[in-house]
């Protein structure tokens, strides 16, 4: 398993949105994603730099592992 590297809200969505992820709606600062097959729905904060525990639970959340994470950045 990788570490996670600090990166921002924005780059957490491009990252999500190659995994099959689409814009579902915004209400402020927090960005919902949601996947059709396998179904999954994500939070993600477009903050300039993610908490690591964030990070891990919004991968988590998206049925990815750390390594398929970081291979779509």
Known sequence: M????????????KALEKAGFYFK?????????????PFAQVVVPNHKQLDRGTLRAIIRQADLSVD???GLL
Do not use: M, W, Y
Request: proline share 4%; aromatic share 4%.
């Open 68 to 70: 398929e994470f970081l």
């Open 2 to 13: 990788g570490t996670l590297p600090k990166i921002s809200g924005a780059d957490c969505v």
């Open 25 to 37: 709606r915004q209400r402020g600062s927090h960005i919902v994603l949601r996947r059709n097959d």
